[in-house]
């Protein structure tokens, strides 16, 4: 375990597990509607996830990515600014976002409504992690790996101030870190 971590929240191994699973349903309910989803991965939290999580979606899926910043430091801001846009057009593409977490849920809320203006037929939602204690928008993600506690939470896709994004865990870092 890093020097820093306090403890695990989520192993490699259950987020591993956890990704098969979501992969599944995600293959199901697609097929179902004989739908293909482009996946939209928000940078950079959402990169570990999303490339655990594709290997496991059996269909021919294809992903982008989009950098929307709503945070900084520890605490969420209220609008979302685009650094970064999708290379193509969503016009009729049904769009599956891959976040790292829903906090507040303002940063879904705005690029949902993003996405939907450019015309996705559909926008559904995964994220690899749901800290429902902390919303204060109405929405939730259609596919969650793991409910979190509220607690700043670092790790596979996570940062703090850039740091820990590689690690393999979810986790919490000791309170020196923050000072
Ligand atoms: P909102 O509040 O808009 O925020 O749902 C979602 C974004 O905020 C970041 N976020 C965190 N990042 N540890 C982090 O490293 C956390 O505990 C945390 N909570 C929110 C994250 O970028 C997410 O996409
Ligand atoms: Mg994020």
Do not use: W
Request: hydrophobic share 40%; glycine share 6%.
């Amino acid at each position: 375990m890093h020097k820093d971590v306090k403890k695990v929240l989520v192993s490699e191994e259950e987020i591993v597990k956890r990704c098969e699973e979501l992969a599944k349903e995600i293959k199901k309910d697609y097929e179902s509607k004989n739908e293909i989803p482009l996946l939209v991965g928000l940078l950079k939290g959402s990169v570990p996830f999303l490339a655990e999580l594709v290997k496991h979606i059996d269909m021919d899926i294809k992903y982008e990515f989009m950098d929307v910043s709503s945070y900084e430091g520890t605490e969420s801001i209220g609008d979302v600014k685009v650094n970064l846009d999708l290379r193509s057009s969503v016009k009729g593409i049904p769009v599956l976002l891959v976040e790292d977490i829903i906090d507040t849920g303002r940063t879904l809320q705005e690029v949902k409504r993003l996405l939907s203006h450019k015309g996705a037929s559909d926008v559904k939602v995964v994220s690899l992690l749901d800290k429902p204690s902390r919303r204060v928008v109405d929405i939730q993600a259609d596919y969650v790996g793991f409910e979190v506690p509220n607690e700043f939470v670092i790790g596979f896709g996570l940062d703090f101030n850039q740091k820990y994004r590689n690690l393999p865990y979810v986790g919490v870092l000791k309170d020196e870190c923050y000072q």
